[in-house]
């Protein structure tokens, strides 16, 4: 069975080399104890604990699945004792409060301790990863009161959370959300309606299940401004942070899933179930944006940890796996034949699958230091700097999301490809990559989602293409440091044409969107997918620009680390990055080719 590696390497690199994460932790009160050796010992440990617990029930749990009988979901054999090591070793509190339990770590600890365990077992990872999302709501949003009754279970690990947004009647669209919230006497709710696709809805992982649900009261405005928040536990809190009598909200049936079989997928239904309201009343959607982003900046690890994955099985296998010769000549002439990777189709998937992985790893990265500076922000009372840097994260949130699990889920195809008849048996776990990656382009708002909130609302609406020139701006200034280096030169005037050419895209659809509206829609893909591209040449030009430096000076790595870095890059800019040019054609069409056909003419089957 291929086993997991964490990489270290690559995760280190980024961290101490090219975004200087030492210095970064040391600006933040939050980094105080986040010292270069105990960062390193935690990678470490947390690495060794997704190798030797996480990675070997990744198959297993998806042969097994989850089971409910009579209202009960059981997780795969080996979760519920791997989950009890990871409760017990302080995960799930890394980046929580100290107040709470926690250790108070910045919140990019938590997300390169959820990478690795995303990339080892990510239907495991989705249980402790819902929960981080409703501990962020309740700190948030929360009363003292809320705070001091759910937030250290949740810390701890004793407890789990979800988030309860979709019904059978509405995914995206929440305006039409129908469950019910009736005020009682004594201060609470009573919840009645279902929700479906509630990943760890139900489960036996943890002793209780704090569900954050959207939810109507009564005369409320419609659409989304009539809709609140709400806290309902399976079992209603009790004496010393321990449980009390069981709550009306059930677990109806598990999605029968084409991936991700081992996290539990539930049709929950709410029967009067008891609630308690989450900030203010009909507000509930602008304080579930707070665990939505926290989710997507989530999924897009699903786009870089498939791609390290499905990576690291198919090098092994390229270079193990024999079939012909070289066009170039015998590479092992004592062979019968010559090693897949000696094959430049095969090394076309390989590097591939690399510089997604890698180049992703770095745009997550660059994303967690901006989030480390709008939590500190929010915990010391400074709204100007939260709403700065949550402008700053808002605007690259969708491309996260969106670009990386797009490319994520390409990548795992290639991991497939290179496996060939074998990537299609399920012994070899190549096609369970596929198969769990495929989500990641759905949930928490599909692609085109994603595209529409980028440009329709970051760009256009709410920046008028300010934010746009603000990254391009960072982007260029980095460029032109460059210009004299006869090895980034290449990378640094691309760069400064794409800055140009991302800037004089985003002016021509918004002119044209004046004229036609359906111009933002069909734009948008292409607008995400660009951006991406551009965001990923940044990233990976960043990443050469410390490789080249490190090579004439000396690094922590070795000469082939470096070597290869500035190889993937180059590969990267002529390989990859060309595919950006094609989006800007693509999404300067007039939306007429889309719009101009009748809906009766898309089929003449009846």
């Given amino acids: 069975m291929p086993v997991y590696k964490a990489p270290l390497r690559d995760m280190k690199f ?82 929580a409060p100290e107040a709470f339990g926690g250790q108070g770590l910045p919140a990019s600890m938590g997300l390169l301790k959820q990478e690795m365990m995303g990339t080892a077992n990510w239907s495991f990872s989705m249980y402790p990863g819902l929960s981080m999302g409703a501990m962020n709501t309740i700190f948030l949003h929360g009363s003292e009161d809320q705070k001091r009754t759910y937030l250290t279970p949740l810390t701890e690990g004793r407890w789990g959370g979800t988030m309860c947004l979709t019904e059978p009647q509405c995914g995206t669209d929440l305006g039409q959300v129908k469950t019910k919230a009736e005020p009682q006497a004594d201060g609470s709710y009573h919840l009645t309606g279902t929700k479906i696709f509630i990943s760890s809805g139900d489960h036996d992982l943890t002793e209780n299940i704090i569900h954050i649900v959207l939810a109507r009261l009564p005369d409320a405005p419609k659409g989304t401004r009539g809709i609140s928040l709400f806290i309902v536990p399976k079992f209603m809190p009790g004496a010393n942070d321990g449980i009390g009598e069981r709550n009306a909200v059930t677990c109806g049936s598990l999605e029968k899933k084409m991936g991700i079989k081992a996290s539990a997928t539930c049709v929950m239904n709410f029967d009067g179930a008891t609630g308690f309201l989450i900030g203010p009343e009909n507000e509930g959607l602008n304080c579930m944006f707070t665990f939505m982003n926290t989710a997507r900046i989530g999924t897009a690890i699903q786009g870089v940890g498939p791609a390290e994955l499905s990576y690291q099985w198919a090098l092994d296998y390229a270079k193990e796996r024999r079939s012909m010769r070289a066009l170039s000549g015998k590479k092992e002439p004592d062979q019968v034949a010559d090693a897949l990777i000696h094959h430049a189709d095969v090394r076309r998937m390989l590097l591939t699958q690399k510089a997604i992985a890698e180049g ?57 490809q290179v496996f060939g008849g074998h990537g299609y048996i399920r012994e070899h776990g190549m096609e369970q990559i596929v198969r769990d990656t495929r989500i990641a382009t759905l949930y928490e708002g599909t692609t085109g989602i994603q595209a529409l909130d980028l440009l329709g609302r970051k760009v256009l609406l709410m920046t008028r293409g300010g934010a746009v020139r603000e990254f391009t701006a960072k982007i260029a200034n980095f460029a032109r440091k460059h210009l004299t280096d006869k090895r980034l030169r290449p990378y640094a005037i691309e760069l400064l044409k794409l800055t140009a050419q991302w800037n004089l895209l985003t002016v021509r659809v918004m002119l044209a969107a004046r004229k036609d509206r359906d111009m933002v829609s069909s734009a948008a893909h292409d607008f995400l997918m660009y951006s991406g591209y551009v965001t990923m040449a940044y990233m990976w030009a960043r990443q050469a620009a410390v490789a080249a430096e490190r090579l004439d000076k000396g690094g922590e790595e070795s000469e082939a680390f470096y070597q290869s870095k500035l190889a993937t890059a180059e590969f990267y800019y002529e390989r990859l990055l060309p595919r950006a040019q094609s989006h800007a054609t693509s999404m300067l069409s007039p939306s007429r080719n889309l719009m101009q056909m009748p809906k009766e003419a898309f089929a003449f089957n009846h």
Avoid at 52 to 78: F, I, M, R, W
Avoid at 388 to 408: A, M, S
């Fill in 14 to 95: 980024l961290l101490n080399e090219v975004f200087d994460y030492p210095r970064h932790y040391k600006s933040l009160k939050s980094g105080e104890n986040a010292t270069p050796d105990i960062v390193d010992a935690i990678l470490t440990e947390c690495g060794r604990f997704c190798e030797d617990v996480l990675s070997p029930l990744y198959q297993s749990g998806d042969e097994e699945g989850c089971t409910l009988k009579d209202g009960v979901v059981t997780t795969p054999a080996g979760y519920k004792e791997a989950y009890n090591q990871y409760a017990m070793g302080g995960w799930q509190g890394l980046s």
């Fill in 360 to 416: 992703g790893r770095a745009m997550l990265y660059y994303a967690a230091r901006l989030a480390d500076h709008m939590v500190e922000g929010h915990s010391e009372g400074d709204q100007k700097k939260t709403d700065k840097y949550d402008d700053k994260l808002g605007f690259l949130t969708p491309i996260l999301k969106g670009f990386l699990t797009e490319l994520g889920y390409e990548a795992s195809n290639l991991g497939m």
